[in-house]
């Protein structure tokens, strides 16, 4: 596997991750399925690497991590968007549309 | 976000990493179970369902395997349990890891504090502007041969007439009696000219340095005082400048002080100085060579330039002034060189231990090292077969090497620093500078970078090894054919250790037989019972110097009063005290001409001095209360002048014509004092009674019943009674002169001694350490000769007979490493040989039991072993 295909899929993920929790917290599981209806089942990706992504935007400072109690009384870990998140899925999010809106006009030419 | 807070979380992780563990298996138990419930909503099967779940979540310990490395301390957990399992796997074998840790430490501790100890001595320059360019001169002739000494007119010309010098300047220790309310007391002055500080770059901390108009014997007496001298006795009174003091009962007016610390090199005891009282225009001062001179070269010229123009001035004052400066040569040396110049040869001697115990400690690292990797070398396949990489493998005995290193070091520094304060404690006053000494930063890097080196090196090598494709045979091989490799390094590291550690140990033990032939001093009178003092008899209360012979009479009496007094005299010098005053003489009548006249040391004597001393009469008498000025003038010779310049018959009746201090009759022989170095010989010598030649001080000796040290308080007191104007300084007994004369031997051999033992402990370790490796290697073979009757005797002596072999060898090289290298210290060794036959066999023979020692406790293990358990061993 070519390093820059993980870094653009991570990337991604990165930034669908913030996006879905600047709605609400989330614990791990909701965010995998929130992404699957949301996307409607474009991303079926492994839901084993949203752990690691976590962790990743956890040290970052992006997102903060803090154990709760679900509706149906579970103990879940919740995860939500620090103000430093808030900043980063912004300028993520500008990023995506600028490359994205780039990459659909050099489609439709021609 | 900052890198701040990442490193943050990135601690915070690590520190919380076993309940972020016990969170993240929570995590994922949480998704696994929503999932599977969320399957079973959609009509699954339970086990299918939960099937599902994992195969979507792509499996629980990759997952947690990611999640641990997208923390981001994974390199620092790895080193973390790298560290552990390096303490566990030497814990596993505490022999190996002390006598490694113990190796480094003694190494680096004795390393680093001599080191220290010559850099502070020896390396460093002297603390003045350019000491470069100060330059010591000596007037040279033979009668003042070994001395560096000048006169203090001749400096004047000198200076004056030199352009390659910028300024010469002279000065002298000169004692003074300093009156304070509380009496009279001896102080340690000294005599300046108006260059001396200048040359040496010192200004006053207070007021002035001395100038031309100061000195001469008519100039208004002024002094400047040393900072402690200003301190301690005049409690830093500013208002002292410009008001007087009263030295040799004289007013003087303190022009200066010093600043603090400042000293002249040389004369670093000098409390107060005055500047030279004396007439430059007397010829009697042009030839009076008792002066230290010292000039600063002009930036650019080199020692020898400016000496070789000093020469032509010489010469020139050589014909200028035929009677004091005919014949007289000249020379000069850098100061640095002059100052250390006492110790450097020892210096030089514990550098080459230095570096001897370096070599034999890294021979050491890599010898167990290398023992310790190539029984490993079978865990190292083992590890590389089941994944592990080269690199692992290279990390995880880099870790342990750092770690030994490490604590090695540790301890090391330790040692050093006890050592370094141990050795100041200890150093003879003569060695200069000493106080300035402290643990050096540039010793403890190389010191500790030099083992760190060695034992990362030797560290490393079976992981190179492990590196090699050939692990099937490195698998199936039994361990006996695996230690092959390297045995033969090991032996030649063996060997090599035991030479350099003979060469110290017979290094030490040619010291330690000076020691003991110095320290047997049989001087040839008793040197129990015996004390004496130095009496200065103040310059403005006498007026001749038959006053003053009349005192020391009248204190004489007084003593020999006291109860526990058997005799008394005085002398201008004698065994172990006073200085040394030659005079060129003939036989009178005998056709040497003046210039090329014998040398003899001379000291004028009262009558009681040679029998205090207990010095036998051979021929003729001793002086007697006649021989005075109205008498004529007498000597008594020693054995060696007797029978050396009076062959043909007796000295007694002969007459001895004195360079410029007319003609005396010879009315006495005595035995020869020996000398105290035993490589010396006794020199012709040449005594004259004082109350003929007189002088202001004198040397005491008392004879007593008692302990001499005791008699101090009551000396002293009967003296000031008797002649208040008349000083007591030095009080010492003959076995405390003795004491001192033997603490720079006896600290010469400490260390060097020291240093030998370090290296023994070391080689018998190295020795040890080979054979019991040998004996681990070969376990399986020995129980296999014991199955086949081999007995305990047997097995014992081949094994030592193996490990001795190397040892030996070491020894054989050794002994001829000392022959060559033993010369160097034949200027510490008073007269003992250097090849000393019975210090060499001695020291092999020891160090050969040693060895054998460290050989025979592995051979006993050896020869225990049970036949079918050692078979049984792999």
């Not at chain 2, 019975?838 to 040693?850: E, N, Q, S």
Request: charged residues 20%; proline residues 5%; contains cysteine.
């Amino acid at each position: 596997m070519g390093r820059k295909n993980a870094d653009l899929l991570q990337g991604t993920l990165d930034l669908i991750v913030l996006r879905s929790l600047a709605i609400q917290p989330m614990h791990g599981w909701q965010i995998a399925h929130h992404i699957q209806q949301v996307s409607e089942d474009v991303f079926r990706v492994n839901q084993g690497s949203l752990y690691p992504a976590l962790q990743r935007l956890v040290r970052k400072g992006w997102i903060r991590a803090e154990w709760k109690v679900t509706e149906n009384n579970r103990r879940a870990r919740y995860y939500d968007l620090t103000a430093a998140g808030q900043r980063r899925l912004g300028k993520e999010a500008a990023n995506w549309r600028l490359v994205s809106g780039a990459v659909d006009r050099i489609l439709s030419v021609g | 976000m900052s890198v701040w807070s990442e490193a943050r979380e990135r601690l915070s992780a690590l520190l919380r990493r076993d309940d972020m563990e016990a969170s993240l298996a929570d995590e994922i138990r949480l998704h696994i179970e929503l999932e599977t419930e969320a399957n079973l909503r959609t009509g699954m099967e339970p086990a299918a369902a939960r099937r599902e779940a994992l195969r979507r979540l792509g499996g629980v310990e990759r997952v947690k395997e990611e999640v641990r490395d997208a923390r981001g301390i994974r390199p620092l957990e790895d080193l973390v349990s790298d560290v552990r399992f390096a303490v566990r796997s030497l814990g596993r074998t505490p022999g190996f890891a002390a006598a490694v840790v113990l190796t480094l430490a003694l190494g680096i501790g004795a390393n680093t504090a001599i080191f220290s100890v010559l850099n502070g001595v020896v390396l460093r320059p002297l603390d003045f502007p350019d000491p470069d360019r100060l330059v010591e001169i000596c007037e040279e002739h033979e009668s003042v041969a070994g001395f560096c000494v000048a006169s203090f007119v001749n400096a004047r010309d000198l200076g004056a007439r030199s352009n390659a010098f910028e300024r010469i300047g002279a000065g002298r220790g000169w004692p003074f009696i300093l009156r304070g309310t509380e009496g009279a007391e001896s102080v340690r002055g000294g005599l300046a000219d108006a260059e001396l500080f200048h040359v040496f770059g010192i200004s006053t901390a207070l007021g002035r340095t001395f100038t031309a108009a100061d000195l001469g014997p008519d100039a208004a007496p002024v002094v400047i005082l040393s900072n402690a001298m200003w301190q301690t006795r005049f409690g830093s009174d500013p208002d002292l400048l410009g008001g007087g003091i009263t030295i040799d009962d004289q007013r003087a007016t303190v022009v200066g002080v010093l600043p603090p610390g400042v000293k002249v090199p040389g004369l670093e005891a000098v409390q107060i100085w005055r500047p030279i009282p004396f007439d430059y225009a007397d010829p009697a001062n042009r030839g009076w060579r008792g002066f230290w001179t010292i000039g600063r070269l002009r930036p650019g010229l080199s020692i020898e330039e400016g000496v070789a123009e000093l020469r032509t001035v010489a010469a020139a004052l050589g014909e200028e002034y035929p009677d004091t400066n005919g014949g007289w040569g000249l020379r000069g040396m850098p100061l640095h060189d002059s100052v250390v110049g006492g110790s450097r040869r020892a210096i030089n001697v514990f550098m080459g231990a230095v570096v001897f115990v370096l070599l034999i400690g890294c021979a050491n690292v890599a010898n167990l090292l290398m023992a310790r990797s190539v029984r490993r070398e079978r865990e190292f396949a083992v590890r590389r077969s089941l994944g592990a990489g080269a690199g692992r493998l290279v990390r995880m005995l880099l870790v342990e090497g750092v770690l030994l290193a490490g604590v090695g070091a540790g301890l090391g520094l330790l040692l050093a620093a006890w050592g370094v304060r141990t050795f100041v404690a200890l150093a003879p006053a003569g060695i200069p500078r000493v106080d300035e000494v402290s643990i050096d930063g540039a010793a403890i890097l190389f010191t500790v970078g030099a083992a760190a080196l060695a034992t990362l090196l030797f560290g490393l090598l079976p992981a190179i090894r492990a590196s090699r494709p050939d692990l099937v045979s490195s698998l199936r091989t039994g361990p006996e054919r695996r230690g092959r490799m390297g045995l033969g390094t090991r032996a030649a590291l063996v060997a090599g250790e035991v030479a350099l550690g003979l060469v110290l140990l017979v290094g030490a033990g040619l010291l330690g037989r000076a020691f003991l032939d110095v320290a047997a001093w049989e001087p040839g009178f008793e040197r129990e019972h015996l004390v004496t003092f130095w009496t200065l008899a103040s310059d403005g209360k006498y007026e001749t110097g038959q006053q003053v012979v009349a005192a020391f009479e009248q204190i004489s009496a007084e003593l020999r009063a006291l109860p526990s007094v058997v005799a008394t005299g005085t002398a201008s010098a004698g065994p172990l005290f006073g200085g040394r005053e030659t005079i060129a003489f003939r036989v009178a009548g005998s056709p040497v001409e003046p210039g090329r006249m014998p040398v003899a040391r001379w000291y004028d004597q009262d009558p009681g001095f040679l029998p205090a001393m207990g010095i036998p009469l051979l021929e003729g008498r001793y002086f007697e209360a006649a021989d005075d000025s109205a008498g004529a003038p007498v000597a008594i010779v020693n054995r060696t002048l007797a029978e050396r310049f009076f062959p043909n018959g007796s000295a007694v009746g002969g007459r001895i014509d004195l360079e410029r201090r007319g003609t005396v009759d010879v009315i006495g022989v005595v035995e020869d004092v020996k000398p105290f170095r035993p490589d010396a010989v006794p020199e012709p010598e040449i005594y004259w009674p004082i109350a003929q030649r007189t002088r202001f001080a004198s040397f005491f000796v008392l004879r007593t019943t008692g302990d001499p040290a005791a008699l101090e308080r009551v000396v002293r007191t009967r003296v000031a009674a008797v002649a208040p104007d008349v000083s007591v300084s030095g009080y010492r007994t003959m076995e405390e002169a003795v004491g001192q004369e033997l603490v720079s031997p006896r600290f010469n051999l400490v260390v060097l001694a020291i240093f030998a033992a370090v290296a023994l402990c070391l080689a018998a370790i190295g020795i040890y350490g080979v054979i019991a490796y040998n004996v681990s290697r070969r376990t399986h073979e020995i129980g296999l000769r014991k199955a086949l009757g081999a007995d305990r005797g047997q097995i014992v002596a081949q094994v030592v007979g193996q490990g001795l072999k190397p040892a030996l060898a070491g020894l054989a090289f050794g002994l001829a490493g000392s022959v060559a290298l033993t010369r160097l210290m034949t200027g510490m060794l008073y007269g003992v040989k250097p090849t000393d036959p019975l210090t060499l066999i001695t020291v092999a023979a020891g160090f050969a039991l040693i060895a054998s020692v460290a050989c025979w406790i592995p051979a006993r293990r050896a020869a225990a072993l049970e036949p079918m358990e050692a078979m049984r061993v792999e």
